[in-house]
């Protein structure tokens, strides 16, 4: 079973800061998804990671993969409220049909 | 492009009683997943439907729980006697393949009393 693990779990930063979201993954998986989830809302996609070395950027969010250290992380650039949320990573067993999902990062962005 | 649909929004019910959910994926996708998450947890597979066939089930309580996909398109999800501890939110996803990017609807919040 592929167990995904994230840290830190809770995340309070200021506004224009830079910080990392760190996901690890038990088992191999090629597959490596960024969700975000507002309060009371659904999961929104964020990233998609098909390969090793693949890099995403999205505005001050980059995501990237690396399968051989089954790391991802989240990077997150200068820091703005609107990104108050939790994000979650999620990975494909390579074995298995459906994601497994970590247990969150929630962060705060304070001014 | 209209979204995953699910009703209802909320459901408040008391223990051993019973509850049931309905989801409809985007249209064309054949691959439709009901998840529970627990308050303060990521979400965690039930069952995954590929057309109107169960790919994977093994973490739905079956003594309770039981899902199915008619038609390979709405499915329904029950639970039959609800426990305290199938408080959660109930959410449904669809993707046009196994394996590929989900698509959340805005899922079912459950209280058990």
């Known amino acids: 079973e592929l167990k995904v693990e994230q840290n830190p779990l809770f995340l309070s930063m200021q506004e224009g800061k830079n910080y990392t979201i760190y996901c690890n993954y038990s088992t191999t998986s090629d597959r490596l998804y960024w969700y975000r989830q507002d309060p009371g809302k659904s999961l929104e996609s964020l990233f998609v990671?098909?390969?090793?070395?693949a890099v995403k950027q999205e505005g001050r969010l980059m995501a990237s993969l690396d399968t051989k250290a089954r790391l991802s992380t989240l990077h997150i650039t200068a820091a703005v409220h609107d990104l108050s949320a939790t994000y979650f990573c999620a990975g494909l067993p390579n074995s298995g049909y459906a994601l497994n999902f970590g247990k969150g990062t929630s962060l705060l962005v304070t001014p | 492009e209209a979204g995953v649909a699910q009703s209802p929004r909320y459901k408040i019910i008391e223990k051993r009683q019973s509850v049931a959910f309905w989801c409809n994926p985007i249209?064309?996708?054949?691959?439709l997943y009901w998840y529970q998450q627990i308050l303060g947890q990521g979400p965690k597979l039930l069952i995954q439907?590929?057309?109107?066939?169960?790919?994977?089930d093994s973490q739905l309580p079956k003594d309770r729980f039981s899902a199915e996909r008619l038609k390979g398109v709405d499915s329904t999800l029950k639970i039959q006697p609800a426990k305290l501890e199938d408080s959660a939110v109930y959410l449904c996803?669809?993707?046009?393949?196994?394996?590929?990017?989900?698509?959340f609807g805005s899922g079912t919040q459950l209280s058990v009393l």
């Open positions: 249209s064309g996708h054949a691959t």
């Open positions: 990671l098909l390969s090793n070395g």
């Open positions: 996803a669809s993707s046009p393949a196994t394996g590929g990017k989900l698509f």
């Open positions: 439907f590929q057309n109107n066939g169960v790919v994977d």
